[in-house]
């Protein structure tokens, strides 16, 4: 494995976990050379799914994709890059169980703002807003009104 920061490829294992459902694992790595540590993850390989965009094109399951989406949704606020992890983790495992070789996108994106929507209103409504491409301020501000009546709940 080489080191994502100085490219050497000697490292060390400092620590192994598997992931919650039981579908990777996890390892901690430190590189011999840097001496920095990074995280890999190693997933039993499958036939990929493809996802069938909205435009009709079709392309791999990326579980990067999902998370850089994550990220920036969740940019700035408390939570974890571990528990992002596990929100793809789960969103894939569900996907893998449900489809056996092709979907289409919006079924992710609806995942996705469900899993958001329990775990952060702000990531949720900012995840919202790009995902269902909001025209105007009224349609953002019907959303954060949902959101807020579903806690007063």
Known sequence: MKCP????????????????????????????????RYTTYEYAERTPLMVIKK??????????????????????RPISVEKLEN???EIEIELQKKFEQELESHYIGELLMEKLAKLDDVAYV??????RQFKDINQLMREVREVFSKKIQ
């Open 5 to 36: 920061y100085c490219n050497h490829n000697e490292d060390k294992v400092t620590d192994s976990r598997e992931t919650s459902e039981g579908m990777s694992i996890r390892r901690r790595r430190e590189c011999l050379h840097c001496n920095r």
């Open 55 to 76: 435009d009709g094109r079709r392309e791999s399951f990326n579980r990067q994709k999902i998370l850089k989406g994550l990220l920036k949704a969740c940019e700035k």
């Open 87 to 89: 929100i793809v983790s």
């Open 126 to 131: 900012r995840f919202a807003s790009v995902y």
